[in-house]
């Protein structure tokens, strides 16, 4: 189900995917494919990591991320489950093909 709510967003996002929603910050962006299937990349990820586990590990990554760059967003960028959902977020195809635990992979 995706939700819309656009007062919680910063600028620089557009959408969160919060197990069993996908919350995006404006209506036109229901119907944006790219934004749609990146955030359902990370309810995939949430369902492997039986949610609350992807929750405690995106944190801890992403503290760990930040550290490492100096910068909260390009350690968000750095992410192994933003790198996954980044990279595949234009192949309509990906969800159907994709290994699980397939954010594995996108550690560095």
Known sequence: MILVFRYI?????????????????????????????????????????????????????????????KSFYLGYKNISFEREAYTHETNSLYLKNRRKYAFLQYMK
């Open 9 to 69: 967003f910063s600028p620089r996002f557009s959408g969160l995917a919060f197990w069993p929603f996908i919350v995006v910050k404006n209506t036109e962006l229901t119907k944006d494919s790219v934004v749609i299937l990146h955030e359902r990349i990370h309810l995939k990820q949430q369902a492997e990591l039986l949610v609350l586990l992807f929750y405690i590990w995106y944190i801890l990554e992403w503290l760990y991320r930040s550290a490492c760059h």
